[in-house]
């Protein structure tokens, strides 16, 4: 089966800093997608980055980046000179086997930016 | 803005009661699909629609239907409504394909009394 696992529930760090995101998955496929999603209190679902895991250069979006480890299946989140505005809870998703379009999700990390 | 669109944003039923959500896609977008998402916890895939046909279902039972229209609008319709059935609705469109990244819209909040 495959499981998506995001082992911090809670976070925070002072504004300016960076902040690194973890999660693992399992699955059994060879060519797959990986989704960071933000979800911030308007409840909103907002991608923030994808991986496309035959590629072995890690994806970068602005200040958000990805360490994607295939072999160890670990896809973390970095988030460099964190403002307020990153405030969310972050969702790790990975595509169903049998359709793109079902995510999988892990629990979610709470991102608590402080002044 | 991802230009997927749900209303309404919040309603308040009675159990036992049955409700229609609404969603217009991201224009370009053929396939949409629909997620629970409780208090707290990750969203639950419920459904997809792509042309206008329902093909691939999560763990809801059969009160849980949808419709995708041609315009690829949907909707989604919980009948006999229970306490359990609060939570957050949210709609989201692709593009059908491989690795198309889906889009959310804003959600709808449900709070069944």
């Known amino acids: 089966a495959q499981t998506v696992t995001q082992s911090q529930p809670e976070m925070s760090v002072q504004e300016a800093e960076t902040v690194t995101l973890s999660c693992t998955y399992d699955?059994?496929?060879?060519?797959?997608?990986l989704f960071w999603y933000k979800q911030p209190p308007s409840r909103q679902m907002i991608l923030v980055i994808r991986?496309?895991?035959?590629k072995q250069q890690n994806a970068t979006e602005n200040r958000f980046s990805v360490n994607f480890q295939k072999a160890a299946k670990s896809f973390s989140l970095k988030i460099s000179d964190s403002q307020l505005g990153d405030t969310a809870m972050y969702f790790c998703?990975?595509?169903?086997?049998?359709?793109?379009?079902?995510?999988?999700w892990g629990a979610g990390t709470k991102l608590i930016i402080k002044p | 803005e991802t230009g997927v669109t749900q209303s309404p944003t919040h309603l308040i039923k009675t159990r036992g009661q049955q409700v229609t959500l609404r969603c217009s896609s991201q224009s370009g977008h053929n396939t949409v699909s629909w997620y629970q998402q409780a208090l707290g916890q990750g969203p639950q895939f419920i459904f997809q629609y792509y042309r206008e046909e329902e093909n691939g279902r999560g763990n809801f039972p059969p009160r849980f239907s949808g419709l995708q229209f041609p315009n690829y609008s949907s909707e989604l319709n919980v009948n006999a409504l229970e306490l359990d059935d609060s939570a957050l609705y949210l709609c989201a469109s692709s593009f059908w394909g491989s690795g198309n990244t889906i889009y959310f819209g804003e959600g709808s909040w449900l709070t069944v009394v």
């Open positions: 998703a990975l595509p169903h086997m049998d359709s793109n379009y079902q995510l999988i």
């Open positions: 699955t059994s496929e060879n060519n797959y997608y």
């Open positions: 991986q496309e895991a035959y």
